[in-house]
């Protein structure tokens, strides 16, 4: 069956751009993941979507971040006015059990 | 492609032999521990998990053992392949929310 698909797969914005990344999720998989990958590092947690409930945002670096996933599939992240330190791979992930996440290929972000 | 670890610990080791790749985590808390693989322009591939109630699992040609005492987990790979060749994290997992990963550790196999 098909995995966890992101796009785009890459992406540069020139830095106070607005860029929207995309996840979608296995079918049938209530739980989302977003992590941020910077180069040389494992993935950091961002946040936790259960259906289309936010649970935890706790990860998010600061408000210019924003995750929504409206009908519980889907998810965006959203990074308002883009700065260098965005640059990084953003990671989705989902999950049917509570525990193990299977991971989408990322998204690498540039930001000049 | 880019290197997904161009600052993490780096074994080499021989096609053929067995590999032991090691981590320590954080939080005695923890009781999900799950071991991904990642090849340079992917995401993290699962490989193996266990509980905190298990302290050895195996699976095809990859064992993982746990000791909580010591709060360490370390990945076996038996007979490593060129194709296993990648960078490897442990993560742990508190009450089936978010992962915490380790730094990773780079596998190279010589053939």
């Known amino acids: 069956g098909a995995g966890v698909s992101q796009s785009p797969r890459y992406k540069v914005a020139k830095r106070g751009q607005d860029v929207a990344l995309r996840c979608d999720p296995i079918s049938g998989h209530v739980s989302l993941f977003w992590y941020q990958q910077a180069l040389g590092q494992g993935p950091e947690f961002l946040t936790y979507f259960q259906n289309e409930a936010q649970l935890d945002k706790s990860g998010l670096p600061s408000d210019r971040f924003f995750a929504e996933r409206p009908e519980g599939s889907v998810s965006t992240l959203k990074i308002q006015r883009t700065q260098q330190e965005d640059s990084a791979v953003y990671l989705c992930?989902?999950?049917?059990?509570?525990?193990?996440?299977?991971f989408g290929p990322g998204t690498r972000l540039t930001v000049l | 492609g880019e290197s997904v670890g161009l600052h993490l610990p780096t074994l080499s080791v021989q096609e053929g032999d067995n590999s032991i790749i090691n981590c320590a985590y954080s939080n005695s808390a923890s009781d999900y521990f799950i071991w991904y693989k990642q090849e340079s322009g992917k995401g993290p591939q699962f490989i193996i998990d266990?509980?905190?109630?298990?302290d050895k699992r195996q699976g095809q040609r990859v064992t993982v053992l746990l000791n909580k005492t010591v709060k360490h987990l370390s990945l076996q790979i038996a007979a490593t392949q060129p194709g296993d060749s990648a960078v490897y994290f442990c993560a742990e997992n508190e009450y089936g929310n978010k992962l915490v990963f380790g730094a990773g550790t780079i596998l190279r196999v010589k053939s």
């Open positions: 992930a989902s999950s049917l059990a509570p525990d193990t996440q299977y």
């Open positions: 266990i509980r905190s109630n298990m």
